[in-house]
């Protein structure tokens, strides 16, 4: 089958599918524009969520678009080596859960209803230098531009293949649909079209491989012609060539899973529940929706192997749900199929873009530039924010063979080692110090950004790996150094 026939671009009703989708959503916004008083609605919703939105919202916030272009093109070059990133995310997913959500909600509204991890970090170790606000603030608007930029370049992949724009063009139109929502209506508008788009995204990654094995004859007959591409695809203990994978390739895989504790994205959901006892229920909904979701995934991947030709190669290959759904189904079908990767886009992008406004707005406007400033004034700059760091978002994202994984692992890396030992140590740990929480903010976000330049050897593990460690480290050893010592006893 030639992959020339699988180009959805040229058939209106999946044009106007997608076109509905993008309306539906930017209607949400402008409901949600309507509940928006205040700073504290913009970036955590009022802390209102029940538990599906809770889920949903922070799952689908998490996976992105790699979900349905990153990791099914891995998958379909790298074969069941992808199974283990797949198996790292899962058990990242279920950890974070069940040891940080609830600790960082009760912590952050003990801390005066701290809305952003910045102002969290500050009152928790009452930092009067506020340089824990500061660099935790700078981090996340580095990281979050070029995570930001991932979901960009996946929007602009889709609007590339379906509109048939030229890339540039693609990228302007995907930052614009998701701009539309997040400017008007801020969190709510976030969560409450993160809940349709999960259940979207669910619905496409289940249906796809389905419809993949019916046409093949089932799972036997689709091992059969993928071994006879390259057997070495089916065994998770190989890369493609056959050869065993090393120690530093499965730790690299697996590492992943660190990632989770630091996501500031998939943190401010748990910070906006509106009940605790509602996230062990939200816990279990997201956990099953990670498994099915990545599941799904990985199978589109390695069953398109023997079912696209020629093969797909270099940033090609994360268009292959794209192709596969235009070779599988009706227009009108294949329209709201193709709707999940914008769903995935949107739904990641537009929380990037949130967390990244609020820790310019409250963490650095409002702090050190209008402490007097009202709630309409940081709400109106918030958007701002929005729109400015979309720009920037778009710089990096331009050239149009940036990948959209490598992207997501520097971002995911960059998160996973600044925030996840430092937020965690602060949630368990009593003897923590402020320099200690420095400390393990700058480890981990400097160990990423050098490391990344490095090659050859250890160096290409996994930036997130090291940079947890190192932080980890850094925490423990400066808290013990600085440490107040009790007074001696005198006689």
């Keep these: 089958m030639n992959t020339a026939a699988s180009q959805p ?23 949600a524009w309507r509940r928006t008083a205040d700073l504290s609605d913009f970036i955590l919703g009022g802390r209102r969520l029940g538990r599906w939105v809770t889920a949903l919202s922070a799952e689908a916030s998490d996976m992105s678009g790699w979900l349905l272009l990153g990791l099914p093109g891995f998958a379909y ?60 603030a700078t981090f996340i608007l580095f990281f979050f531009t070029f995570y930001t930029g991932s979901g960009l370049a996946a929007g602009a992949r889709l609007f590339e293949t379906v509109f048939g724009l030229e890339y540039h063009a693609a990228l302007g139109v995907g930052a614009a649909a998701v701009l539309a929502y997040t400017f008007l209506g801020g969190f709510l508008a976030v969560s409450w079209t993160d809940l349709i788009q999960g ?30 591409v390259n057997p070495a695809l089916l065994d998770p203990l190989t890369d493609t060539s056959g050869q065993p994978l090393g120690l530093i390739a499965v730790l690299s895989l697996l590492g992943w899973g660190l990632g989770y504790f630091g996501q500031p994205h998939i943190l401010a959901r748990f910070m906006a529940i509106h009940r605790i006892d509602e996230l062990g229920p939200a816990r279990r909904i997201a956990v099953g929706w990670v498994t099915l979701t990545l599941t799904g995934a ?33 227009p009108l079908l294949a329209g709201v199929l193709l709707s999940a990767i914008l769903a995935a886009v949107m739904s990641t992008a537009d929380s990037q873009l949130l967390v990244a406004s609020s ?19 940081l709400v109106w700059v918030g958007r701002a924010t929005v729109a400015g760091i979309a720009l920037l978002a778009m710089a990096l994202a331009w050239d149009p063979q940036s ?10 890396a960059g998160f996973g080692a600044a925030f996840g030992p430092t937020l965690l140590l602060s949630l368990y740990w009593k003897g923590m110090t402020r320099q200690g929480a420095l400390a393990g903010l700058l480890a981990g976000g400097l160990t990423v950004i050098v490391w990344k330049q490095l090659e050859g050897g250890w160096f290409d593990l996994y930036e997130l790996v090291p940079g947890f460690a190192l932080s980890t480290a850094a925490i423990g050893l400066v808290s013990r150094l600085t440490r107040p010592r009790p007074a001696r006893r005198t006689e």
């Design 298 to 330: 990985t199978l589109v991947g390695l069953l398109a192997v023997p079912h696209l030709h020629p093969p797909l190669e270099g940033p090609e290959t994360e268009k292959v749900f794209i192709h596969l759904v235009g070779l599988l189904f009706h």
């Design 199 to 228: 259940l979207l995204m669910l619905f496409a990654l289940l249906l796809v491989p389905v419809a993949m094995l019916d046409e093949m004859g089932g799972w036997a007959q689709t091992a059969t012609r993928i071994g006879q």
């Design 9 to 31: 671009g040229t058939d209106p009703t999946i044009l106007w599918t997608i076109l509905a989708y993008i309306a539906a959503m930017t209607i949400i916004g402008l409901l």
């Design 403 to 412: 990948k959209v994984l490598d992207l997501v692992a520097y971002a995911w």
């Design 359 to 377: 820790a310019l707005t409250e963490d650095f406007y409002r702090p050190f530039l209008r402490p007097q400033a009202t709630q309409r004034e």
């Design 77 to 136: 070059a790298s074969g069941l080596e992808a199974a283990w990133l797949a198996g790292g995310l899962l058990v990242g997913t279920w950890l974070n859960w069940r040891f940080m959500a609830a600790p960082l909600r009760k912590a952050t509204e003990r801390a005066g209803n701290a809305l952003t991890l910045p102002d969290y970090l500050e009152r928790r170790f009452a930092d009067p230098s506020r340089w824990l606000r500061l660099v935790s």
